[in-house]
């Protein structure tokens, strides 16, 4: 018997973090031994478990040509108390990130131009929930820290690598030492070690979070460094971060959207060219001054 979901199921990063039963996984653990009419009812939720939010216990019946008491069945043999509980799992699933909760069977729009459409209207919906979200007071806060830090650190794992490498790329060209971790081939400890109340930590943690996330930032915070935390609207609060900027990244397709991140991590670039000015300016020429010298640059 599949173990029935924590009390806590639906806190933190995911389903695996806080001990939560996976819905696909109880129904792989379970599959061999299901009887036929509970069978096809399995193999539709394996399908696109993440039409099992969306869909109450007689739809999903109707949908695999079963019946509501093979649902029901089904969902008590997986180990969950009721089908609403089997539902909440596929939600927080979805709320964690996985793409495969966030598959569904039918596409956002039937013909090419919609699809355009949807996509540029979703990316715009993000961007402007998540810059109109946002306090002035906070945005000087950040911008004086970056702009005055003795060293300002961005990290990222996964998908937030990526979105950390693009802010240390532009702030790099206006201020000395920024620094990308993790460092390939390198462990954390030496760098997160020497971090002090001068320096910033730039920490990038859309969902699906590693662990390390949050150790990291609460090792900075205990030695004194401000910390940036730029998530998602789902993420938990970690009480580590100095400041929290959460970005909108979802839509209707499987994967989550990171054009909001990009534009709130553009916005805090431009600000920092624009506190640090001719400092700024003297540094960026410097650099251009040697792209010349060593003819990187075409």
Same mark, same amino acid.
């Given at each position: 018997?599949?173990?029935? +979901? ?8 995911? +389903? ?5 039963? @996976? ?11 299901? $009887? ?12 696109? +478990? ?7 216990? /007689? ?6 040509? =079963? ?13 969950? *108390?009721?089908?609403?509980? *089997?539902?909440?799992? *596929?939600?927080?699933?979805?709320? %964690?990130?996985? $793409? ?7 596409? &956002?729009?039937?013909?090419? @131009?919609?699809?355009? #459409? ?22 000087? *806060? ?14 990222? %794992? ?19 030492? &920024?620094?990308?971790? +993790? ?8 760098? &997160? ?9 730039v920490s990038v943690g859309m969902r699906r979070r590693v662990p390390? /996330? ?39 397709? $499987? ?11 553009h916005f805090l670039s431009v600000a920092v060219v624009e506190k640090?000015?001719?400092? =700024?300016?003297?540094?960026? #020429?410097?650099?251009?001054? &040697? ?8």
């Amino acid at each position: 018997m599949a173990k029935k +979901p924590s009390p806590a199921a639906g806190s933190g990063d995911g +389903p695996a973090a806080r001990g939560h039963t @996976s819905l696909e996984k109880a129904i792989r653990d379970q599959y061999a031994s299901l $009887p036929e009419s509970e069978r096809r009812i399995a193999d539709q939720i394996l399908e696109f +478990p993440g039409e099992v939010a969306a869909y109450s216990a /007689t739809e999903l019946a109707a949908l695999s040509n =079963g019946s509501k008491a093979a649902v029901t069945r089904l969902i008590q043999r997986l180990g969950f *108390a009721s089908y609403e509980d *089997a539902r909440r799992a *596929a939600r927080d699933a979805q709320t %964690w990130g996985s $793409p495969v909760y966030l598959m569904f069977k039918e596409p &956002v729009g039937q013909g090419f @131009s919609a699809r355009i #459409q949807s996509h540029v209207e979703q990316d715009a919906r993000n961007i402007a929930l998540t810059m109109q979200s946002l306090n002035p007071d906070t945005v000087r *806060a950040i911008v004086d820290a970056i702009c005055n830090a003795r060293r300002v650190f961005c990290i990222g %794992w996964r998908n937030s690598h990526f979105l950390a490498g693009y802010f240390q790329w532009q702030i790099v060209q206006v201020r000395g030492d &920024v620094r990308l971790l +993790p460092t390939p081939g390198a462990t954390l400890a030496e760098e &997160v070690a020497a971090m002090t109340k001068d320096d910033v930590l730039v920490s990038v943690g859309m969902r699906r979070r590693v662990p390390q /996330t949050e150790m990291v930032m609460n090792e900075a915070r205990a030695l004194g460094t401000r910390v940036l935390y730029v998530t998602d609207m789902a993420a938990p609060p970690v009480e580590s971060a100095t400041w929290t900027i959460p970005c909108a990244v979802r839509g209707t397709d $499987p994967f989550d959207r990171y054009g909001s991140a990009l534009s709130l991590l553009h916005f805090l670039s431009v600000a920092v060219v624009e506190k640090l000015a001719e400092r =700024g300016r003297e540094h960026l #020429q410097s650099i251009e001054r &040697v792209h010349d010298a060593l003819d990187e640059l075409s």
